[in-house]
């Protein structure tokens, strides 16, 4: 368990009225921290790490390198809805989009670092937070030729806004690379009605970096846990979800799935996860990463827990948080995978995605 590392106040105007009756300290608190921000964008250049909203660690993109580029797709109205996420190599940017050559793995010689170019888009004008995983830990990388943790990206509609990305990768092997861009990060209302709604809420791209010829994964890891048949009473599955801790009466997480929560400061907020491939027809590894107001924290004392599931199956994870000292709203949010450490491109895995559990907001009140 460890402590929250920012704080995501809440936008008061998106409250509705006879809300929770801590609305006015959250606005209070959502004005102060949003004009916190403010004074610091105005003070840092973009290529700085400042806090947003609360958030640490957070390089601001208000403008680009000659280096970075718009693919247009020639599609004249886009689904607003549809966001993407993907790379493509430098020597291949003169290709339109869908004649590319794949990039579901990228060979990377001895002491080179990855390189490639990061694609984002979306059908509306969106802010994203975008940040990277080598090996299911969270590390900095540079974006634009600047370095940071996360990187926060407006995207326009129109085509693939391409970025430089470079990033170290060190040992010879086979390397699992996450990208994961977050949408609207400062936009997440603790209205019950959003909230139910907020599965995935994330974006990514998952690829294999084979580094110096070798082809051995860097790891093996084995499951943490194993999975079982569910009750005879559950008739669905959710994949990963956020479910509260059970009080009295022992029930089913699928009865008690979980939006939003309270807690109070430095107190301990038990929660469950319902991890299942009840819909699946064949087994799988479950690779979790737990994020904490975008920043990767421990699940049962690890940065990643592989759970492996048999179809069919489920399996309950008992966890908890230690709250901050600050009242605020946090985010939290697993982004996982399937099958880690297996080649996408010879079709080793069963979903070659990633995804994000719902995002569970948290109110943090003191006393």
């Known amino acids: 368990m460890r402590q929250m590392p920012g704080r995501l106040p809440l ?23 949003a004009l916190l921000a403010v004074l610091l964008a105005a003070c840092a250049a973009h290529s700085k790490s400042v806090a947003r909203f609360g958030i640490p660690d957070v390089v601001v993109h208000t403008s680009f390198s000659d280096e970075v580029g718009v693919a247009s797709w020639g599609i004249e109205k886009p689904d607003v809805t549809a966001m993407g996420i993907g790379f493509v190599q430098p020597e291949h940017r003169d290709i339109p989009p869908l004649e590319r050559p794949q990039t579901e793995e990228i060979r990377v010689a001895n002491g080179e670092p990855f390189s490639s170019y990061l694609l984002l888009s979306s059908g509306q004008r969106t802010t994203l937070l975008v940040t990277a995983l ?17 990187h926060e990206i407006t995207v326009e509609p129109g085509g693939d806004l391409e970025l430089p990305m470079r990033l170290a990768v060190v040992k ?14 400062y936009d997440r209302p603790m209205d019950p009605g959003y909230r139910d709604r907020m599965f995935q809420r994330l974006v990514g791209r998952r690829v294999v970096i084979v580094v110096g010829g070798v082809e051995e994964p860097i790891q093996t890891p084995a499951p943490d846990i194993l999975g079982s048949p569910p009750p005879p009473e559950v008739t669905f599955g959710l994949r990963v979800a956020f479910a509260t801790a059970p009080t009295g009466a022992e029930t089913h997480p699928s009865k008690r799935f979980m939006a939003f929560g309270q807690g109070r400061c430095n107190e301990t907020f038990p929660y469950q996860l319902w991890v299942s491939n009840y819909h699946g027809e064949t087994p799988v590894d479950y690779a979790l990463v737990l994020f904490q107001d975008f920043h990767q924290v421990q699940l049962k004392g690890k940065d990643m827990v592989v759970v492996h599931l048999e179809a069919g199956h489920e399996v309950t994870i008992d966890d908890g948080l230690m709250l901050p000292a600050e009242p605020c709203i946090h985010e939290l949010q697993v982004v996982y995978v399937i099958d880690p450490y297996r080649s996408i491109l010879r079709d080793e895995v069963t979903d070659p995605f990633v995804h994000g559990s719902n995002a569970v907001g948290i109110q943090v009140d003191c006393p």
């Not at 092997?173 to 994961?180: E, K, R, T, Y």
């Open 11 to 33: 936008k008061a105007s998106r409250y509705r009225e006879g809300g929770s009756p801590h609305r006015y300290r959250r606005r209070a608190c959502g004005l102060l921290f």
């Open 134 to 150: 080598l090996d299911y830990k969270q590390v900095p990388f540079s974006l634009d030729g600047h370095e940071g943790l996360l």
């Open 172 to 185: 010879p092997g086979a390397h699992d690379l996450v990208v994961v861009a977050f949408k609207e990060p």
